[in-house]
Structure formats: C-alpha cells, structure tokens
C-alpha cells in the first residue's frame, strides 16, 4: 500500500530529474511537465480521503498522517484543495510556457518546486514548511534567470526580500511555544504578532517591502515570473493561514485586521499609482499583481469567513491574469519586443495579435473588470466593503482603473502605427508566434479567462468552502 | 569527524569575545574588500569564528558541520570564481597567479592607490552599522544569550543586510546572504538544536550557493558586469 501524500512529494521531484535530462527535446520536458502537474492535481481532488483506492494495480491510500524521516506528513482536505490549486495553476503556466518559452528551465524547476511547496502543506510542525518554502523560493533563482543575459536583479531581490523573512518566522514558532507555558508574557506574543507582520510582508511584497515585485515581473523570464506569483505567492498565502490556524492567538491579537487591512490599503493603492505611470509591459504586469495582492490583504483585514474567503477567491483567479499577461509579454518578446521600452511596443499588435490579446484580457482580469476571471472577487468584495468602509472601496476601485490605465496605454502603443520602418519588428525571426498551435493555447486560456469570469460559480463555491474549513476567524 | 571537532576543540579558548572580534573583522572585510580572494578567506574564517560561538551553546560535533557547511560553500564560490575568471580573462594576464605574487601586487596597489572611494564608503557604513548593533545589543537583548552573542549575531544580520544593499555581484549578494543567514543561526541554533533543521538551513545555503555561482557564471558568459 502506498500513501498518497508521498506521491506528491516523490513524483514531482522525480518528474524535476526527468524533465531536465531530456531538456533538449523541448516538446517532451513540456509535455511530460504538464501531464505531471495535471495528473497530480486531478488526482488529488479526486482520490478520496481517508479510503484506500485501487490505481494502476497498486492501492493507494489518501489522507492520515505518514512518518517520513523523523518527521510528521499530514494531509487534510484544506491542504487537497491547496496542493490542487498550486498543480493546475502549474499545469497552466507550463502549457502555455510550452509554446511561447521553450525549452526554459522553468519545467524541471517548477516541478521542483511544486513538490517541496506540496512539502511545505503537509509537513508538521510549521518550521520544516518556513525551511521548504525558503529552499523553494532559493531554486526559483534558476528559473527566473533569462538564459540569454546576464544576472537579473529581480531573481536576486526577490531572494535577499525572502530570504529575510526566514529569522521571523523560525523565531515565531519558538516565541509562541513559550507563549503557551507563560500565557501571561505578552510581550512574546507582541514580538510573535511584529515578526509575523514583517516575514509575510517581506514574502508576499506587502508596501514597503514591494520593490521584488515589480523586479521580478520585469526582468525575470515572463512566464517564470508568473509562476512566482501565482504559485509561490499561493504556497506563501496556505503558509500565512496554516501560521493563523496554528497559533490562533495571533489572528486573535489586538489590532490584527485593522493592521492587515491598512497595509493591503497601502499596497493597493500604491500599486495602482505605480501600475498608471508603468510604460514597461513587464512592470506593469508586477504592479497589478501587487494591487492584487493589496486586494486580497483588503479582504483577510475584515476578520470574517466572508473575507477569507474573498481572499481565497483573489488568489484563485489571479493566474488568470497574471499568467495571461506573461503569455502575452512573452509572445510579444518572441516577435521583436527586445527591450521592454514603450517604442519598442508601436505597431507589434498588428503583428502579433493573439500576444496582444492574451496581454489585454489578463491585464483587464487583473484590473477586475467586468467579464473578467478577476471580477468575480473584486464586485463581491467592493459590496462587502461599501457599507462599513466607502473609503477602502473608493481607493480598491480607483487602483483597479489605474491598472486599466496602464493597460489601455500600453495598448494605445501596441496598436499604434510605428514611428519608422525599424521601430517595432526587431528584425528577429518570429518564434512559433503563428502556428496553430500557439494560437490555439493563447485562445483557449483568453476563452478560460472569460469562462470563469461569466461562471465563477466552481471557484467560489471552492473558495467558500476552503474559508470554512479554516477556523481561527474570531467574529 | 575528530579531526575537526579536535581543532575546534583546540580553539575553544577563543569561543568568546575573541571570536566576536573575528566575526566583526571578517564581515567588515566583506563590506569593504572587492577582492574575491580576500572575501573568500574573510568568510571561510567567519564561519570559523561562528562556529567556535556555537560550542558554547550546542555539541561540538553540530557546530563542526555548520563549519564544514560554511567551508563547503567557500568552495563552491572559489571554484565559480576561479571558472568566471577563466572565461573573461585578458589574453596577456596570466592564468594563474601565485599567493604571494597576489599579496604583494594588492599591497603595491594599495601604497600607490590609497583606498578607493567604493572601500571608504563600504567602511563608513559598516562602521554606522556596527555602532547601530552595539547600541541595539544592549537594547534589545534576545532571549538565554551571553551579551557578545547577542553582539555576534546582530553584527551578523546588520552587516549582511548591508553588504546585500550595496552589492549588484551575484557572488557578494551571497555571502550578504549567508552572513544574515550565519547571524540567525548562531540564535537558532541554541533554541533548536536538531539535526534536521541544520540539514534544512544547509539546502537552502547550498541552494542559494548554487544559484550565486549559476548567476555569476552566466554573468561571465554573456560578458554582462551589471545586472
């Protein structure tokens, strides 16, 4: 008998060691890297827990707790719909990374990365998923780097800024274990509530500790730089609730939703200022991630199963935006777009239609505008915020219209005629920019984009029950 | 592993405030020194004084791996920088230079040059920030720590964080890194001793090691000095 919460361990790493030694075909790693984050993100929403069931002649049985190593594996239905979640938006990321980047290191790291962040979910206690997490945002490094220049400042900030999250974070679990012996030492868990505040600033790019953000999204490899942020950023959102679900105390701490709330104010309306006043693609799509990410900080601040779950809904629609507009961006960089200056941009649209599409629908999805997969979260959310706070609601909404702007402008440069014949086309030969092929993946992520913003129903009902399963909302 | 547990062993008279003296000499080296070679001994003897701090307070054993750990990771370095240093040298430099050659060509390059304006300013600021971390240690105490550990540990953080600042260098932004790394182990460590959280803090500094020399290497390759 097998215990399945080791497959998603043992698999992905294995698939990690495959898909590298046969980088040289590139269709093979791509395809071996999204079958594997398919197959294993069905599976894991599919076998039941707590059953042994039969798979490929072997039983396999879900759920429990397996001792590896020492340590404690314990998989429950919160950490299915997370791992599942991280594996489909995987699965995504590598299909349209197939066509527009490939050959990419972004396949055998990404499988590696995904079995560490499935680590990081199911491992006790919660030091040994701070340490995976650090490992998994260090391997990153190898993905985000463009093989084709030198050294990057986005891989390098986005590890130095998490890197410092990892003291904070060790130190809470051994500051909250004294916490429990001398209850009424508050200044232990004053320190817990400062370190905790500060680690998943520094790990989710919270103002004033944003600056990766729009490094990474700039001038890391596009798609690589969207793996960050929806699935890196997704494994460090199920690491700050598995903090809040293990040490109630601290969602419980004075000032807690006031203080989360005000710095997702802060980002948000930060991000939406930077992202009006972007002209370069790449930063612009950092900056919407980053009102995003204010968005979802808006949402846990209202301390309510309601808010977690807007917040868990903010997250779950994000790839849909955020991966579109790195699809686009690439596709854009494989026609001519050579440097991501805003005369580079005049006229690509003409020649690369389907890029410029993908890079408007993600852009209006990450804006959250109406028909958008982004709307879904940001509509429920203005209407749960406009009776007791119109203020937050004014600003929410003025940063989704800023990141509109940023989108519109570059859009007015894509669509425009070029200044003169060697403005636009950079004289590269185009990659796989017109076949079928590409065009159709392009299409059906733009039509899953607009699906799931005419029919968010499945991930809602998925974010509700997710926000329900937790239990360290006080009111 | 008795040989080296012996020599830490040996050197337990200095697992004090000598040691802390050491770890300030060494990161303030870091800061200031440009000179791969001298930043590569300069961190090799830190995790040395870190790991003679660390007798203190766990087995001699557990802070001969961090060490072993640490030197491992100087390697790592010496061997990208020595690959990087083949791959855009001069054609009239000579491949290898002795140790000695080396020494006297930095000594003559001071006497003629004097200090360089990136190295004083390296300097001032790791003097502000030493000054800061006095001033911080008997402020904020940390919890079960000796004073010159507190000292070590926030000279440590303060002065990685600095150097992560001011360098764009992949292999510089890494040794940042392990000494904010190494400051924080030298607290954790006491609090949680097992073998396995040594294991897990030694993946991500091979990692983060393997990442640096992967950046610096590709830096070389393309010919690109700025990020």
């Known amino acids: 008998m097998i215990a399945g919460l080791l497959l998603f361990l043992v698999l992905p790493l294995a698939m990690a060691g495959g898909v590298y030694a046969l980088r040289r075909w590139a269709t093979l790693s791509a395809l071996l890297s999204?079958?594997?984050?398919?197959?294993?993100?069905?599976?894991?929403?599919?076998?039941?827990?707590?059953?042994?069931?039969?798979?490929?002649?072997?039983?396999?049985?879900?759920?429990?707790?397996?001792?590896?190593?020492?340590?404690?594996?314990?998989?429950?239905?919160?950490?299915?719909?997370?791992?599942?979640?991280?594996?489909?938006?995987?699965?995504?990321?590598?299909?349209?990374?197939?066509?527009?980047?490939?050959?990419?290191?972004?396949?055998?790291?990404?499988?590696?990365?995904?079995?560490?962040?499935?680590?990081?979910?199911?491992?006790?206690?919660?030091?040994?998923?701070?340490?995976?997490?650090?490992?998994?945002?260090?391997?990153?490094?190898?993905?985000?780097?463009?093989?084709?220049?030198?050294?990057?400042?986005?891989?390098?900030?986005?590890?130095?800024?998490?890197?410092?999250?990892?003291?904070?974070?060790?130190?809470?679990?051994?500051?909250?274990?004294?916490?429990?012996?001398?209850?009424?030492?508050?200044?232990?868990?004053?320190?817990?509530?400062?370190?905790l505040a500060l680690s998943f600033a520094l790990l989710l790019g919270s103002v004033p500790f944003h600056p990766w953000v729009a490094s990474v999204a700039g001038d890391a490899e596009p798609l690589a730089s969207a793996f960050v942020l929806t699935v890196n950023n997704g494994a460090v959102w199920f690491l700050l609730l598995s903090f809040l679900e293990t040490y109630p105390d601290l969602s419980a701490y004075p000032g807690f939703a006031t203080f989360v709330s005000g710095a997702g104010l802060a980002t948000v309306v930060l991000g939406g200022l930077l992202a009006a006043s972007q002209r370069r693609l790449g930063r612009l799509v950092g900056y919407g991630a980053l009102v995003d990410t204010g968005v979802a900080l808006v949402a846990l601040g209202r301390a309510s199963q309601e808010g977690l779950a807007l917040a868990l809904l903010v997250l779950f629609v994000r790839p849909f935006g955020v991966v579109l507009m790195a699809a686009g961006l690439k596709g854009l960089q494989s026609w001519g777009l050579r440097e991501d200056r805003p005369e580079s941009l005049r006229g690509l649209a003409n020649d690369v239609p389907l890029a410029t599409m993908a890079f408007l629908v993600g852009g209006i999805s990450t804006a959250g505008l109406p028909i958008s997969a982004g709307f879904a979260a940001r509509w429920s959310l203005y209407r749960a915020l406009a009776p007791s706070n119109l203020l937050t609601t004014l600003f929410t909404l003025l940063a989704s219209a800023a990141v509109m702007v940023g989108v519109w402008r570059a859009l007015s440069l894509l669509v425009a005629s070029p200044a003169s014949s060697d403005e636009g086309v950079g004289g590269r030969e185009p990659r796989g920019a017109r076949d079928w092929l590409t065009a159709g993946l392009m299409v059906l992520a733009v039509a899953a984009s607009v699906a799931v913003g005419l029919f968010p129903q499945f991930l809602t009902s998925t974010a509700v029950r997710l926000a329900g399963l937790h239990t360290f909302i006080v009111r | 592993m008795p040989l080296l547990g012996d020599l830490l062993a040996r050197l337990g008279s200095l697992a004090s405030m000598p040691a802390v003296v050491g770890v300030f000499v060494t990161a303030g080296l870091l800061v200031v020194s440009q000179d791969w070679r001298l930043n590569l001994i300069a961190l090799a003897a830190q995790y040395l004084f870190v790991a003679l701090l660390m007798t203190q307070v766990v087995r001699l054993e557990l802070a001969a791996v961090k060490a072993l750990i640490g030197w491992l990771i100087c390697l790592v370095f010496y061997l990208t920088e020595q690959q990087a240093q083949s791959l855009t040298r001069a054609s009239g430099e000579p491949s290898d230079l002795a140790l000695q050659d080396w020494f006297a060509g930095r000594l003559a390059g001071w006497r003629r040059q004097g200090i360089s304006p990136r190295a004083a300013f390296g300097l001032m600021a790791a003097m502000l920030v030493a000054v800061t971390v006095y001033a911080a240690a008997s402020i904020v105490p940390l919890p079960q720590m000796a004073e010159e550990f507190i000292l070590a540990c926030y000279l440590l953080a303060g002065l990685g964080i600095l150097l992560l600042g001011l360098s764009e260098d992949p292999l510089r932004v890494g040794i940042g890194m392990f000494m904010v790394l190494s400051g924080f182990d030298l607290l954790y460590v006491s609090l949680e001793p097992s073998l396995a959280v040594t294991g897990l803090f030694g993946s991500i500094s091979f990692v983060i090691a393997l990442g640096m020399a992967y950046l610096k290497t590709l830096e070389a390759t393309t010919g690109e000095e700025d990020a």
């Not at chain 1, 490929?56 to 001792?67: A, E, L, T």
């Not at chain 1, 990374?97 to 995904?114: C, D, E, K, N, Q």
């Not at chain 1, 986005?154 to 004294?178: E, K, N, T």
């Open chain 1, 34 to 195: 999204v079958g594997a984050a398919l197959i294993l993100g069905i599976l894991i929403v599919v076998l039941p827990l707590g059953r042994t069931v039969e798979l490929w002649g072997r039983q396999i049985v879900m759920g429990g707790r397996v001792s590896l190593l020492g340590r404690e594996l314990v998989l429950e239905e919160t950490d299915r719909i997370a791992i599942a979640f991280l594996y489909l938006t995987a699965a995504g990321v590598f299909a349209l990374a197939w066509r527009v980047s490939p050959g990419t290191m972004l396949f055998p790291v990404g499988m590696g990365l995904l079995s560490l962040f499935s680590g990081s979910l199911l491992i006790r206690p919660l030091i040994y998923a701070v340490l995976l997490v650090e490992v998994a945002v260090a391997l990153s490094i190898f993905a985000l780097q463009p093989e084709d220049r030198g050294p990057t400042r986005g891989g390098l900030q986005y590890l130095s800024f998490s890197l410092l999250a990892l003291p904070g974070l060790l130190a809470i679990h051994w500051l909250m274990g004294r916490y429990a012996l001398t209850p009424d030492d508050r200044t232990l868990l004053d320190a817990s509530a400062v370190l």
